[in-house]
């Protein structure tokens, strides 16, 4: 009678095996989001690298725009309760800075709204600018970004024509550290090359074609001119817009400036080195 019971338990468990989806309960996941991906299509990849992830309720704490890359925090099955707090946690950048162009989404991703000279651009102009950023400080919301305004978001605003009609808005941050890395040139066909390469990666409608048009109208695969770029280590509290430190850059040199590239490498105690890639 024993055995009998003890096979019965065992039919019965094989069967709400089959009828209830596994679980791995509450886990916070520490992913790496490629350059090219957005946040969504990195956890609908993460479902494909975990399948016992496959019929949970998945979530992120801490956008990344697709030009930028590094950690983005998953939030899995009853995690996602504890969403807010992921979400405020201090995070860290490394930021390259490109001087001599704009756009209208302060990346590689953007239309390219001005070129300009660059010549004063230095280690000491680069280090004296940077410290307009230090501290708490109030940044303006880039106008392509997800932040809503009158019930939808700035990117539709943009997107619409309609940015003139509203005003930008702004938020306290805290910028712990920041800090001048390196400066260097890159040469004209190399950034040519870079931005095709970058823009390239991305899926979905985000102007690519229009925007990768205007880029080889500035560059020429032939050409000869070196570009001023600077590597910048940014420690900052959460909802600090890295392209938003880039263009202001520039803004207080008098120069175009725009990020080159953006890497987050660390989330909380979160850090790009033990990120699932």
């Not at 005003?167 to 190399?190: F, G, T, W």
Request: charged share 25%.
């Amino acid at each position: 009678m024993p055995q009998e019971n003890s096979s019965h338990l065992q039919e019965r468990k094989s069967m709400g095996e089959m009828v209830r989806p596994r679980t791995v309960g509450g886990k916070v996941l520490n992913l790496y989001k490629q350059q090219g991906e957005t946040p969504r299509e990195r956890l609908e990849r993460l479902r494909i690298q975990k399948p016992e992830c496959a019929s949970e309720v998945l979530s992120y704490a801490g956008r990344l725009d697709p030009m930028a890359e590094g950690v983005l925090i998953a939030l899995v099955g009853s995690a996602n309760k504890m969403h807010d707090a992921y979400l405020n946690m201090n995070k860290e950048y490394v930021l390259d800075v490109l001087f001599g162009f704009s756009t209208d989404t302060y990346d590689l991703l953007g239309k390219v709204m001005e070129g300009g000279d660059t010549s004063v651009v230095n280690r000491r102009s680069i280090a004296q600018g940077l410290n307009e950023f230090r501290g708490q400080v109030s940044q303006e919301y880039p106008p392509f970004s997800s932040k809503p305004v009158d019930g939808k978001s700035l990117l539709t605003w943009a997107r619409e024509g309609l940015l003139g009609n509203i005003v930008l808005p702004r938020k306290s941050i805290n910028v712990y550290d920041i800090r001048l890395d390196e400066i260097y040139k890159i040469p004209e066909k190399d950034l040519l090359l870079h931005i095709e390469q970058s823009v390239g990666k991305v899926q979905g409608d985000f102007r690519q074609e229009e925007i990768l048009e205007l880029w080889q109208r500035q560059l020429s695969k032939k050409g000869t001119r070196m570009f001023p770029c600077a590597t910048v280590a940014i420690s900052c509290s959460s909802g600090t817009y890295a392209r938003s430190i880039a263009h202001g850059l520039g803004q207080g040199l008098g120069v175009p400036a725009l990020a080159l590239h953006i890497l987050r490498t660390k989330v909380g105690d979160y850090s790009v080195d033990k990120s699932l890639r």
